[in-house]
């Protein structure tokens, strides 16, 4: 087997070099081997994919980015990569090798046997290939598939991985696992494009799905994926698809049902978890695809997937790789789902419930896609049902019980003071400790049903009409949501009243999460992440930060006396300029652990907890503004152009990707002439700083008045800190008054440390607000 022998490749004992000064570049990063020994892996059809060295090293790389200088500052103190190294695992199908022997040759090396050189990288090898041999494989099989450069270079302190592949879309990729507690990251310090290389495209994109799945009365699962495909080019040999490990794959084949070489799992390193995000297959086609081909491969594969997380909740802990499926962006396609599942429980599973049989202690169901899905997700429980509402119709699907966890939780805390608010007990009464019956997930279900239903007609305004014809809306244990097409995961806490809530240890903040955010931004998640799924990992926030915010928006219209859209970006900015005790990040805030570009690169060893105050928190407020800049506060409806986009945006992507420079296309169609801070139409500046950027200014005012007819003068300047000198913001500034509403004294369009600003005043100016109604995030 091809890929075993791969996999079994070492370095060749019988020929190591002394070497002297041999310098390799890729792009942009230079590899100085000043001194030691190196040997070449033994080839494999004739070639050569591989060296070791042992000696003295040194490797530079600089990115052109200034985010990426700045993320590579955040990991090595320094804006670029400037390290030595003692040992180096070099791995290639470029010509790497004949540039390494060149190199020999003319430096006049000469090589001898050195069994112990080569026996010190066994081990290291062979932990390292199975990675290296899928990317070899998929190369060699394929005729489509670029060719690649590795370079694992170690040091005391560790190792770390330097990467020019023309198959990603960001070429270089620089950086290294690391464990911090029982945690394992990998840091990405650096990720980027080669100056003038086209990016990568995908060989294949999905057409249709046809599954059939049976879950067993234990829930072990056995699948069969038909999988439907297109050749976007020719000359891909083969597909890799997700599937979780708890899957064993037991057979695949091609259309005839003529057996396919597939690989699974031999080595899943964090690492390429990291990159490729879960668990991978390789299928090996016949031959490369040809242009625009279109064929169908099938899988079939078993295994463990769903948990019992005690009292009849249960759960598909593989989220979205309980099927086989392409990992590429734009993953819409068409889905027909058949499951059979034991009697007593109930299933709910995306797309169009067409058909449900029962027979022999078994029920059937299948279910299709009335509109194109980028996944397909199930549940499955001994549910109690509700059902409301028309288009679209929603039916609540909740345990009688919640699961042991919580249970465990709520029975330890059953003694605690039901607090006066509870409406079981009249405020004034006296408090004493009652132990209430354990609470019920499926008491709750005609309210939250309720307020989901509301909550979709008020999303419906700006995002245009639900994208399905129903929403199932199912219990999961733990503290997350999901939204699936058609089907959300809500956890049990949600479908708890607020004194069980309490029980179950959930704090004031908790239960406003709880409450107030988290339902409404599952619901939103129909739209923005099922009508558009973002383009590459660098647009994911878009999807939350959106979701997010319309949740706030929409709590916040059902009370407005409270002052919640307040509280909530007060918290949120609270958060993100707290000052960061992390590592390496002396004297800096939170927000300073990377910009929204970034994505999930934020979950770092060196900015644990970041990911979400910046995703959630920063997003929310970046949807914030622009919805205040696009804000016409004399228009009847003063939000109308912010919908208008957001249903733009819907409707121009619909079924496709977005990314941010989709986003910052939309938002100039419909910006204001106020908006146009640079003169040039563009946005630039607003997703420069706030997207691909981390400041959050801080503003500080002086000015002068002095009467000017019936009017004052008003002259001064807006100080801006913790900014680049490009830094620009439109800042209104407003007249204070006792007891009464702030009076609008003007906008100062910020540039670099300070702007002077001149404005004409009805009313004596003797104390100046910034920005009171928190239209711009500042520190
Ligand atoms: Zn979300």
Redesign the pocket.
């Known amino acids: 087997m091809l890929n075993q022998a791969l996999n079994d490749l070492r370095a060749n004992a019988g020929q190591v070099y002394d070497v002297q000064d041999i310098k390799l570049r890729r792009g942009p990063i230079s590899i100085t081997l000043s001194g030691g020994k190196l040997a070449f892996f033994s080839p494999l059809r004739d070639r050569v994919t591989g060296a070791v060295f042992i000696g003295s090293g040194h490797v530079i790389a600089t990115p052109r980015d200034p985010a990426e200088r700045l993320s590579m500052a955040r990991f090595l103190e320094v804006p670029l990569l400037d390290q030595p190294f003692s040992r180096a695992l070099f791995r290639f199908t470029d010509d790497t090798g004949e540039q390494l022997q060149k190199s020999l040759q003319e430096s006049g090396a000469v090589a001898g046997s050195d069994p112990s050189f080569a026996r010190a990288w066994d081990q290291i090898i062979s932990t390292a290939n199975p990675w290296q041999s899928k990317r070899i494989l998929a190369e060699w099989l394929s005729t489509d598939v670029p060719p690649y450069f590795y370079a694992g270079l170690f040091k005391e302190t560790g190792s770390f991985d330097v990467i020019v592949d023309r198959e990603r879309e960001e070429q270089v990729s620089i950086g290294q696992t690391r464990v911090v507690g029982d945690d394992t990251f990998y840091d990405t310090w650096a990720s980027f494009p080669l100056p003038g290389v086209p990016r990568a495209e995908d060989s294949f994109a999905p057409v249709d799905y046809t599954l059939d799945t049976t879950v067993a009365d234990d829930l072990s699962l056995r699948g069969h994926t038909a999988l439907h495909l297109r050749a976007l080019h020719p000359g891909g040999g083969v597909i890799t698809l997700e599937l979780s490990r708890y899957l064993s794959v037991d057979e695949c084949t091609d259309g005839e049902g003529k057996p396919l070489v597939f690989f699974q799992n031999e080595d899943v390193s964090r690492r390429e978890m990291m990159r490729r995000g879960n668990d991978q297959i390789l299928v090996v086609l016949p031959a490369p695809a040809t242009a625009k081909e279109e064929f169908h491969i099938a899988i079939r594969y078993h295994g463990s997937v769903i948990s019992n997380a005690g009292n009849g909740v249960y759960y598909v802990g593989a989220r979205g790789t309980w099927y086989p499926h392409l990992n590429v962006a734009d993953s819409f396609a068409s889905y027909d789902l058949t499951f059979h599942w034991p009697r007593k429980l109930r299933l709910v599973a995306t797309g169009n419930s067409v058909e449900t049989h029962e027979d022999q202690g078994q029920r059937s169901g299948r279910w299709r896609s009335a509109v194109p899905m980028a996944f397909a997700g199930f549940n499955l429980g001994d549910y109690h049902v509700q059902t409301l509402g028309e288009n679209p119709k929603i039916s609540l699907f909740a345990s009688q019980e919640m699961e042991e966890a919580l249970m465990v939780r709520i029975r330890t805390n059953s003694g605690t003071l039901i607090p006066p608010s509870d409406p079981s007990i009249r405020r004034g009464d006296i408090q004493i400790p009652i132990e209430p019956p354990p609470p019920s997930p499926a008491a709750l279900l005609k309210n939250l049903g309720a307020s989901i239903l509301d909550s979709v007609r008020f999303f419906e305004k700006a995002n245009g009409s639900f994208p399905f014809d129903h929403l199932d809306v199912s219990q999961v244990p733990n503290m997350y949501?999901?939204?699936w097409p058609g089907l959300l995961y809500l956890p049990t806490m949600v479908f708890l009243n607020s004194g069980a809530q309490q029980r179950a240890g959930a704090n004031v903040q908790v239960q406003q999460e709880l409450n107030e955010v988290m339902p409404f931004?599952?619901v939103v998640?129909q739209w923005w992440?099922n009508v558009t799924v973002p383009a590459s990992y660098r647009d994911t926030w878009i999807?939350?930060a959106v979701?997010?915010y319309l949740a706030l928006w929409y709590t916040d219209s059902k009370s407005p006396g409270e002052h919640f859209m307040t509280r909530w970006l007060t918290r949120y900015r609270d958060g993100l300029v707290v000052k960061s005790g992390k590592e390496g990040k002396s004297g800096g805030i939170l927000a300073d652990a990377g910009p929204l570009s970034l994505g999930l690169r934020l979950d770092s060893s060196r900015t644990l907890g970041d990911y979400g105050p910046i995703i959630?928190g920063k997003g929310s407020w970046v949807i914030h503004m622009l919805r205040m800049m696009l804000r016409d506060p004399q228009a009847p409806d003063a939000d109308a152009r912010f919908e208008q986009f957001l249903h733009f945006v819907l409707t121009e992507y619909r079924f496709k990707t977005l990314s941010n420079a989709d986003l910052q296309k939309s938002v100039e169609k419909f910006m204001t002439p106020a908006m146009d801070l640079e003169g040039s139409h563009k946005m630039d500046w607003f997703f420069e700083e706030w997207v691909q950027g981390t400041s959050i200014p801080h503003y500080v005012v002086e000015f002068k008045s002095r009467p000017l007819g019936t009017d004052f003068l008003v002259t001064g300047k807006l100080k801006q800190e913790d900014t680049s000198e490009e830094f620009t913001a439109p800042v209104p500034l407003y007249v204070a008054r006792t007891a009464l509403k702030p009076v609008f004294l003007g906008t100062v369009e910020t540039l670099g440390k300070e702007t002077a600003f001149r404005f004409r005043s009805h009313i004596p100016v003797s104390k100046i607000l910034i920005d009171p109604n928190m239209t711009v995030l500042t520190r």
């Open positions: 949501g999901q939204g931004h599952e998640h992440g999807q939350e979701a997010n959630y």
